[in-house]
């Protein structure tokens, strides 16, 4: 019994978790509705066939499966079309334009105005002066464009010529070579050895983590009780 | 394409697996239902030496799909038949007529509730 349920939590564990990845990264930050009731419902359905052994484990498999089925659907059904994107997602409702505050959008949206001032404040914005757009988006999170005057100062506000930035690439991590990133960063294996070895350390596998940046910075640091 | 694959591919594995667990159940339970049909006969003619020669293939037969049966219907229905089964035995040795032809009644009705269940009906659905 105990052994029968520990290997049927296991295989729908594996099953729901791939079923997640499968769905795409969107399913594991901001939900549109639908995305979310297929969540909801996905957890549910894997918790009956885990721990009543006397449900066969396909009654729980198939709904799962039709689930990842209808949301695939759905997804390439809302990109090919703005109809159905609408029909399943909503729309974006403007709640504050040219600021001011728009009663009928709120009433609509059933968003009270404390429920606003609290997403406002949330954002940084403490008072309704400085806000010139806010907009209701289709997950529930709210867009704040502010005021000219009020937004955050640039470079190219203040004529401050900058450097292409890009993003430093790991090289080695916990001791191992990552190849793709090699590959990325045009180097060889002697000039990460010779980079490492400059730092006093002989081998890669003591080196907790490398990583390079656009400027061709290195940032290496060997494992603890490794190397010299 | 990769949607369209994922939608043919997942259209024909339930097509499959409706093809496969229809055709497991529905054959299984015809062939116990008449060797019922057949054990009911011989226990209304009182010839018992060969009602117990039908009990025990309808047996055999049963611990065969059994397994199979078990990935696709509640397992509370395979007890239902268990159950049955081992009170169909006891009577069988004792000769108890009534009791007899009314538990093979319910037996196959039993039966006749998981084939029923399995088939793609309307009052399935809802």
């Known amino acids: ?228 | 394409m990769k949607v369209w694959s994922t939608v043919v591919c997942f259209v024909i594995l339930i097509v499959m697996l409706t093809l496969i667990s229809t055709l497991l159940i529905l054959g299984a339970a015809d062939k116990i239902e008449n060797d019922l049909s057949g054990l009911y006969k011989n226990v209304v003619k009182n010839n018992y030496n060969l009602a117990k020669s039908n009990y025990f293939d309808i047996v055999k037969k049963w611990n065969k799909y059994k397994k199979s049966w078990a990935m696709l219907i509640e397992h509370q229905e395979i007890d239902k038949i268990d159950e049955e089964l081992t009170k169909i035995k006891e009577y069988l040795l004792e000769q108890d007529r009534t009791l007899l032809l009314s538990e093979i009644s319910l037996l196959k009705f039993y039966i006749r509730h998981v084939r029923e269940m399995i088939l793609f009906k309307i009052e399935n659905i809802f």
């Open chain 1, 1 to 228: 019994m105990v052994i029968t349920i520990f290997f049927r939590t296991l295989i729908l564990y594996v099953l729901v978790v791939l079923v997640m990845r499968l769905m795409g990264k969107r399913q594991m930050g901001e939900l549109q509705p639908f995305e979310l009731v297929i969540t909801i419902m996905i957890s549910e359905l894997a918790a009956v066939p885990m721990q009543n052994t006397g449900v066969p484990l396909i009654n729980g498999i198939i709904p799962i499966l039709t689930l990842l089925f209808l949301q695939t659907l759905i997804t390439f059904g809302s990109l090919k079309s703005d109809f159905i994107k609408k029909l399943v997602c909503g729309s974006p409702t403007i709640l504050i334009a040219k600021g001011r505050i728009l009663e009928d959008a709120l009433k609509k949206t059933q968003y009270s105005l404390n429920d606003l001032m609290e997403q406002l404040r949330i954002k940084g914005f403490f008072n309704i002066h400085d806000i010139e757009y806010a907009i209701l988006e289709t997950d529930g999170d709210i867009s704040v464009i502010p005021k000219s005057q009020k937004r955050y100062v640039t470079p190219a506000d203040l004529g401050i010529p900058t450097k292409y930035e890009g993003i430093p690439i790991s090289i080695i991590v916990d001791g191992k070579i990552k190849e793709e990133s090699l590959k990325c960063a045009n180097l060889t294996l002697e000039q990460v050895l010779t980079e490492i070895k400059k730092r006093g350390i002989e081998d890669i596998q003591h080196v907790f983590f490398a990583c390079i940046d656009p400027e061709g910075n290195w940032f290496v640091q060997k494992k603890e009780g490794k190397g010299k």
